[in-house]
Each structure stands twice: as C-alpha cells, then as structure tokens.
C-alpha cells in the first residue's frame, strides 16, 4: 500500500522514507549517549523541510520520542528538578510565542556552544545555580530558545548532567526536561499560523520509529557503566557544541 496519500503535501515518499529512518537512529544515539539525536536529527531535517515547518515538525517528533524514552526509565527520574521546570517551561514557551519571529540563530549558537562546552570541561556551577532559581531560569530561559533555533538540547543535557551523576538518572531527566520543552510548541507555532493537522500521521509515524530506536538505546545504555558514559556523553556534548560554533561562524 503507498504511503503517499499519508504524507503531508510537498513531501515526497523518499524524504518521508529518510526521516523515518533517521528518527528511529536518532533516538537510539540519545537513548544510549544521553544526548546528540535531538541536534542530529534537526540537522537531517533541515535538508528535507521547508524553514517554516523545521522546527514545529521536529518539536513534536522530539516531544514524542523524549516521552517515550521518560516513560520508559519514569522510574530513574528527578521528580524535584521536573516539578521546578514545568512553570518555567510554559514561562519560557508563553515569552517567546510573544515575540516568534525569524531571528537569526548564530550568536545563539556560539552562547549555547561556549556554555555547553563549560559545563561539560569547566569546573562545576557553584551549588546556588543548581537550585530552584538556576534550575528555574534554565527550564525558562532554554524553552524560549528552542522555539527559535530548536537546538537547546546540548545545554539542557549539560545541566542536567551538572546535577546527577547517575546514567539512568541523567537520561530519564533529561528526557523528561525535553518533553516539557517540546510540549508547548504544538500551541504556540499553530497560533502562529502552521497547520499541524497536516503532519499528524507522518509526526505520529516518525515518533514510532523513534520508540524502536529508544528500546535499542536503552538495551546498550545498560551495558555502559557510570564513567564511561560521562566520557561519551561529555564527548558527544562537545561534539555538538563543535558543530554549533561551525554553525554560528557559517552564520546559521
């Protein structure tokens, strides 16, 4: 049966074909690092999508597959540093949906790069900025972001990864701090104008593949202990942040 009567107008079954396939590869980097697919996966995209659908699209696929990958280590998540974030998210998402015009994204690429790269390499933030008020500007600060350039992801993970120590704890938080990033997207970009009820089906089927990607992820995440997975998850942050500078340099 073709897929073509499922797909959202001007996506052809090729394209459509490449993302399902890179969301579910995507999901299973994040899943089993702790973080990169979310950067990845926007990168892929962005050679596929028209700018006006980029980031609405993505930021319900990676809504879906950080819901996911939460409900499926719901038991390792921090509670405390969610119920902060919630009132910042919506703080940050009703601010920028007061402002969502097409902003150029290569200073905030270069910002985003150089903290992601302290965080990761630097000496750990002082024991205030990991408390309610740091944890609260991150979730609002990072929430505004995304719904401009749609690649906070790299600086939330940082954050979290400034708080725990523990994988599991580090990837299910970080999972659920997205899921609420992504959330209010749906409302603020069809405010804005997209029409999401076009890309339901193909958004539902990418978040699938994403859920097959996660399981994977999560089955080689167990084979990692504690230091490993800081080096490579320190590795993978500063290999997007790398990318970032290169992206703010180039100028977008």
Known sequence: MSLVPYLPPGLDAFPALLLLISSAITSLVTASMGAGGGVLLLIIMA?????????????????????????????????????????????????????????????????IAAFVLYLCWGPPLPRRALGKPGIFLAGAVTTFLSLFIGSTGPLVAGFIKQIHRDRFRTVATFASAMTLQHAPKAFVFTAAGFVLHD???????????????????????RRLNDERFRVVFNVVLTLLAVRLVWSGVMGG
């Open 47 to 111: 050679q596929v999508l028209a700018p006006a659908v980029l980031i609405p699209v993505h930021g319900m696929v990676q809504m879906g597959s950080n819901l996911g990958r939460a409900t499926l280590t719901w038991r390792h998540i921090d509670w405390r540093v969610i119920g902060i974030m919630l009132p910042a998210t919506l703080l940050g998402a009703w601010l920028g949906s007061l402002v969502l015009i097409a902003l150029p994204p290569a200073i905030w690429n270069l910002a």
């Open 199 to 221: 890309w339901l089906w193909f958004i539902a089927a990418m978040i699938a593949c994403g859920a097959v990607g996660t399981w994977i992820g999560l089955k080689l995440l």
